[in-house]
C-alpha cells in the first residue's frame, strides 16, 4: 500500500482553476447516497486532475454523495464540512444499506454527531453526542438513513451515517446470572418484550436504572420475567445488575390506627388487603387519609378517603407532609402529527383535558408504556406517544 501510495501523491498535477469549467447533468445526480473508498484516493477541488488537491481519503471510508459530473467519472461527497471530488472508480456503493440496522443491538458513534428533533437535517438540533458514545437505536426511518436514540434522559434523531457496530467478540458464553425476587436495575434503555426472546414484540421501553424484580427466570438463564405497569413482560438478563441500593431496604412505618396518615405515591384503594383484590378507586400523593385497621402482618392499612373506607399498601403511608420534590425542569419538545387529546393520565379511561391542534409543539417530560406526559400551553397531561414527532 505504500508504494501504492507514492505513485498517486507523485502523480499530482496542481494547477490554475481559473477558465475551467464543468456541468453536472441532473439526471446523474445521487444525492444522499453512501459509498465506500475501495482506495487510498485524493480529493480535489473540482471533477478533474486538473484541480488542486485538497486531502486524502483512506481505504474504506464510508462518504455520502451530492452530485456525479456529466462525464460519471467524478463524484462531489462532502468530507469534513467540505465539498470535495473524488474519482469515482474508486468507490463502490455502500453494501451495507443503513436500512439494516438492528434495534436490539449496539452501536457507537464514529464522530461528534448533531442529534435533532427528527429524521432530517431541517429539524432542530438538541445536543451534540460526542464519538465513541455506545447506543442502542429505539428506532429508524423509513429510509434507514436515521436513527431514534436517547442520550443523557434525551430522545432524538441521529444519522446512521455516524454510526457502527461493536464488536461482539467479547460476547459472554454464560448468561448474566439473575435470581428470582432479588430487586436489579437496568443498566441502559433496554426493550422489554411480551415474550422470552426478540421475535416477540415489544412491550415497553425501560429506561437507565428501571428497577426489575424477576419473578421467573428461563431455563437458558438468558431472559427474567417480571411484572411492569401490572403487565408480566419479559428482558433480557445481559441488561440487569443488582440494584445495591435495595439490599437493605428500610422498614415502612406501621399504621396506628385513629391517625391521619399521608400517601407517598399515587395510591389504589382496593376492597380487600391484596393486590388481587378489586379496586375501588385511587389517592394522589400526599393525600391526608385516616387509618381505622390494617391486617395482621401490618402491611395492608384500613382507611377512610373521600366517604369510602378500603385497603391500601401500608409501606406508602407517613405520619409527615412531604413536601413535593424540587426537580430541574427537564424536558424535550416535539409536535402533534394530528390533533390530539391530551388526558387527565396515561389511559383513554382518563377524561379529555384539551385537544392540541395538528403541528403544535408540546413540551415531553417522559414517556412510559405509549404514553407521553407532555405540557401544551398552560395545560399539563398525557397522549399518545404515537403521535408526537
Excluded at 445536543?127 to 434525551?154: F, L, M, R
Excluded at 458464553?173 to 422470552?196: D, F
Excluded at 435495595?246 to 405515591?265: L, V
Amino acid at each position: 500500500m505504500k508504494s501504492i501510495d507514492k505513485v498517486i501523491l507523485g502523480g499530482v498535477v496542481v494547477a490554475s482553476t481559473i477558465g475551467i469549467n464543468y456541468n453536472i447533468a441532473s439526471a446523474d445526480i445521487v444525492s444522499q447516497e453512501i459509498y465506500t473508498t475501495t482506495n487510498r484516493l485524493n480529493m480535489r477541488k473540482g471533477p478533474s486532475t486538473d484541480y488542486t488537491l485538497v486531502g486524502t481519503l483512506d481505504k474504506g471510508v464510508k462518504v455520502k454523495a451530492i452530485e456525479k459530473s456529466s462525464d460519471g467519472k467524478w463524484l462531489k461527497i462532502n468530507y469534513n464540512s467540505q465539498n470535495v471530488w473524488v474519482n469515482f472508480a474508486y468507490l463502490q456503493k455502500d453494501k451495507s444499506s443503513n436500512n439494516d440496522i438492528k434495534l436490539d443491538s449496539q452501536y457507537e458513534t464514529t464522530a461528534n454527531v448533531n442529534m435533532r428533533k427528527g429524521p432530517s437535517t431541517d429539524y432542530t438540533k438538541i445536543i451534540i453526542v460526542p464519538a465513541q458514545t455506545k447506543i442502542t437505536p429505539i428506532k429508524s426511518s423509513s429510509d434507514g438513513k436515521w436513527v431514534q436514540i436517547n442520550y443523557k434522559n434525551v430522545t432524538g434523531w441521529i444519522s446512521a451515517q455516524y454510526i457502527k457496530t461493536v464488536s461482539t467478540t467479547q460476547t459472554p458464553t454464560q448468561p448474566n446470572k439473575v435470581e428470582v425476587g432479588k430487586k436489579y436495575k437496568t443498566t441502559e434503555y433496554v426493550r422489554a418484550r411480551k415474550g422470552p426472546g426478540t421475535s416477540y414484540d415489544v412491550a415497553t421501553v425501560l429506561a437507565k436504572g428501571t428497577q426489575v424484580v424477576p419473578v421467573e427466570i428461563l431455563k437458558s438463564g438468558y431472559w427474567a420475567m417480571f411484572k411492569y405497569n401490572n403487565q408480566y413482560m419479559y428482558v433480557c438478563t445481559d441488561y440487569l445488575e443488582a440494584d445495591n441500593q435495595s439490599t437493605t431496604p428500610t422498614e415502612p412505618e406501621k399504621p396506628i390506627t385513629g391517625k391521619d396518615y399521608y400517601t407517598t405515591a399515587n395510591l389504589n384503594i382496593r376492597d380487600g388487603a391484596s393486590t388481587t383484590s378489586s379496586k375501588i378507586g385511587k389517592i394522589p400523593n400526599g393525600t391526608k387519609v385516616s387509618v381505622v385497621d390494617f391486617n395482621s402482618n401490618k402491611t395492608w392499612a384500613k382507611v377512610v378517603y373521600n366517604n369510602k373506607t378500603g385497603w391500601v399498601s401500608a409501606q406508602y403511608l407517613s405520619t409527615k407532609s412531604q413536601e413535593p420534590e424540587q426537580k430541574e425542569d427537564t424536558y424535550w419538545t416535539g409536535t402533534t402529527t394530528q390533533n390530539l387529546n391530551m388526558r387527565k393520565g396515561p389511559s383513554t379511561d382518563y377524561s379529555i383535558i384539551i385537544t392540541i391542534p395538528k403541528n403544535s409543539d408540546v413540551k415531553i417530560y417522559e414517556t412510559k408504556s405509549g404514553w407521553a406526559k407532555i405540557k401544551y400551553k398552560s395545560y399539563e397531561g398525557y397522549c399518545s406517544a404515537s403521535f408526537i414527532k
